[in-house]
């Protein structure tokens, strides 16, 4: 067990909805990284915060949004979902201090577009 | 041309073979090098790390790094049913986040 957990573990939706994931990374992390992992494009960088600021930005698309709140936690939205949506999307947490940036990853979500 | 090319495979081995794993990157930057090991349903999870070149040996795992070549291995011995999963490679540059970049992952099948 990580340490790092995320809800809900499965979630269908329709095209055109808007879902909430939650992350809440390991005790004392401030730092939690968002994640997308398809088939076809493996494990993919999405965005990550700071002890409550962002931090970088990667690959994410503008109908995604985060933020991270003051106990910490984390929350990734996804809007006017796609089919091309679906995939598995993971949280991780780290201790920023670690040079190579050991990364501590939830259960992850996944996500299924109908 | 990504920046961490590797193949998803899958591998199948026997139980007790030598296994290796690789990867190949582009970006000279990159100091930090990363196995992670991921099973089916569950996160990814640090295995080993190396930083710059040189091998890293822990119990039946071995991680090399060839800079000139761009290229990163991982050596498994006496390969158990256990090992089955999927190893993702990642690296990162100095500096800065330190945000890995991540391979696509080598599914590994070790059969009894």
């Known amino acids: 067990d990580s340490g790092v957990t995320q809800t809900p573990k499965h979630l269908i939706t329709a095209t055109g909805q808007r879902v909430t994931l939650r992350c809440s990374p390991r005790?004392?992390?401030?730092?939690v990284y968002w994640y997308q992992q398809s088939l076809d494009q493996g494990l993919q960088f999405l965005i990550q915060?700071?002890?409550?600021?962002?931090?970088a930005k990667g690959n994410i698309l503008e109908r995604f949004s985060a933020q991270q709140f003051p106990d910490l936690h984390s929350e990734l939205n996804l809007s006017s979902l796609e089919l091309g949506d679906s995939a598995l999307y993971f949280c991780?947490?780290?201790?920023?201090?670690?040079?190579?940036?050991?990364?501590?990853f939830g259960p992850g979500t996944r996500l299924t577009v109908l | 041309q990504k920046e961490v090319e590797q193949d998803p495979g899958p591998l199948s081995v026997p139980e007790g073979a030598i296994v290796s794993l690789n990867c190949t990157y582009s970006n000279s930057a990159f100091q930090y090098f990363m196995w992670y090991r991921q099973y089916s349903r569950k996160g990814p999870e640090l295995l080993m790390y190396t930083y710059s070149s040189g091998n890293k040996e822990d119990g039946r795992f071995t991680a090399q790094v060839d800079k000139s070549s761009k290229y990163i291995s991982l050596f498994i011995r006496d390969s158990q049913p256990s090992d089955s999963a999927t190893y993702l490679c990642a690296m990162s540059a100095s500096g800065g986040s330190y945000i890995p970049t991540f391979g696509r992952g080598t599914s590994l099948i070790v059969h009894p």
């Open positions: 005790s004392g992390d401030l730092s």
């Open positions: 915060y700071y002890n409550g600021e962002e931090r």
């Open positions: 991780a947490s780290s201790d920023i201090s670690a040079p190579y940036n050991e990364q501590f």
